[in-house]
């Protein structure tokens, strides 16, 4: 293990922060791959990184974890999340991060008496500290919040996660000294701050290296083994980051930015600005004018000087025929078809569709979200993630006057049109359909997530048996997050613990999948023994030696009747309304060969 810490390159970074914040906060995936560079930079880091396991790399320690974790690095400190495996396989593997310095609000502020446990936390934060217990679930919900937070709401949300980390009794330290690292750190940082204060005069080698004291071929060695890149390259992407910006703010042509930034020659200067870039600075210009006045809004410049400089522009006030789809996972059938069908009505509209998937995340539906509004779509039609319980994303919309409609799941906190099946009727459907088989102990597996739709399924399941004179027994329904394993992780318990049962309803097919497979490795007959149901009419429910019997949700008509609501909505000039349309489809019930049997028998080991 430290054989392969002690190969690990050590790269510093370093970045601008956007011009109108004075720190950042983005969401990263964590992704299965080996990593081989320890990264270092002069800002703070706050890094909540879940459904993760895997490998902390922080200074000299390795550190296995799990779970949702809570990290605070101080400046300088090298380090590396080396993700292995989700915990959870429906959600996504995440990373808020927030990068700061402690005096973003000021150095005078920073020193006042009432800030001393602020400063004694980041002083402890130089060997890097970890939170955990309610310190997680508290900062979590404010660095969900934070990513479409703006302004001074932004910076009070900062300072509120701020004041939480300082009370926090969950603190521990990675003990280690890396005093060694974090000089390298700092010796790089003055090399950057001499490139940035001098950029634009002539900058030679033996004056940079004469910084740190040290000879032209060492300080190249250096360098290049802390930064992955040469001096050279350094400083053209410094010079060239700053002459876009002076070209975007307007006041200076590309001659005079070409002069301002170090460049004598308009002809090497056109050539390194498109190597950086990949545009000429009028190309570049005009590109940028262009889309300025497409949009009619305000262009963002992030000054990345570790990488090209790019522009993001705002939502486009103009009708762009694009409609936007957030969807859990395109994974599952049911949402493919549902796809397909507003697709069918879109497209023969005259519509193209953006899709963007959350993963089942809450951070992923927000960015999402936000991505979106940013690609300028007409509206968006979305079904929200097993996450997801915040809702404040989805209220947004309303000001930036994007009209939103849900299908599928639908929560009372969100009153926009609606379109969704009857969940409720379609539960009470499978679990009769169990009864009249000849089933009276029905396991029912369902989700442990808020969500509307699987609730009203479970309700279903208790009227049925109720209507039927049948108890309801607890230990015959199981909660958990919906997958092939959930199924034949319940069938095992069922059989260790010898609860005798008869019938099997799954709230979706795949959990009815693993059900069917389950009951095969213990060699129990289906529907001989024990009868399954699931629910959706997935198309890999028909394969197999048993066809799954479920319950039909009318996928592709959803979709239709999505889109033609949605086309509805924009052509009306008020599509809010007090009590916003609601369509229900019913449920179609589709007896097959995992549920129909003359014979009954229970399901006994």
Known sequence: MYSFYLIMQRIYENFMFPPDQSFTVRLEILENKPYTVLTSHKYFELALLENYCGKHFIGNNIVDFEGTQLVLLGSYLPHSWQYSKKLDPMAQSQAILIHFFPDFLG??????????PLNELLFKASKGISFSGRTIIMAKKIMEEMLLATGMTKIA?????????????????FSSS???IIDEGQKISKVYDYVFQNFSKNISLPAVADVLSMEPASFCRFFKKNTNQTLLNFIKEVRIGHAAKLLLEGKFNVSEASFLCGYNNISNFNKQFKDINGLSPTEFLSQYQLKRKETNTLSQLNTTFSTSTKVLSDTSAMNTNVIGILLPTLERSFFSSVVQGIENVLNGNGYSVLLYQSKESFTNEVMGIKTLIKS??????????????????????????IPLLLFDRIVDEIRVPSVRIDDYRGGFSATEHLIKQGCKRIVHITTDQNVPIFKERLRGYKEALAQYNLSINEELIFYGTPSLELGTECIQKLIENNIIFDGVFAMEDYIGLGV????KAYN?????????????????????????????????????????????????EHYDRNTPEEIVLDTILIPRD???????HNATI
């Open 594 to 600: 995992s549920s129909q049997t003359g014979a009954f």
């Open 524 to 572: 129990i007959e289906v529907p001989e023994q024990v009868k399954v149901i699931g629910f959706a009419n997935d198309a890999f429910g028909t394969y197999g030696n048993t066809v799954l019997s479920t319950i039909d949700q009318q996928k592709v008509k959803m979709g239709e009747v999505a889109a033609t609501m949605l086309l509805k909505m924009l052509k009306e």
């Open 516 to 519: 069917l497979k389950k009951l």
């Open 107 to 116: 150095k005078q502020l920073l020193e006042r008496p009432e800030l001393k």
């Open 376 to 401: 300028g779509v007409d509206g968006i039609i979305s079904s929200i993630a097993l996450q997801t319980s915040n809702y404040d994303h989805f209220h947004s919309l309303k000001e930036h006057n």
């Open 178 to 180: 890396n005093s060694d």
């Open 157 to 173: 949300m900062m300072l509120e996660l701020l004041d939480i980390l300082v009370q926090s009794d969950t603190i521990q330290s």
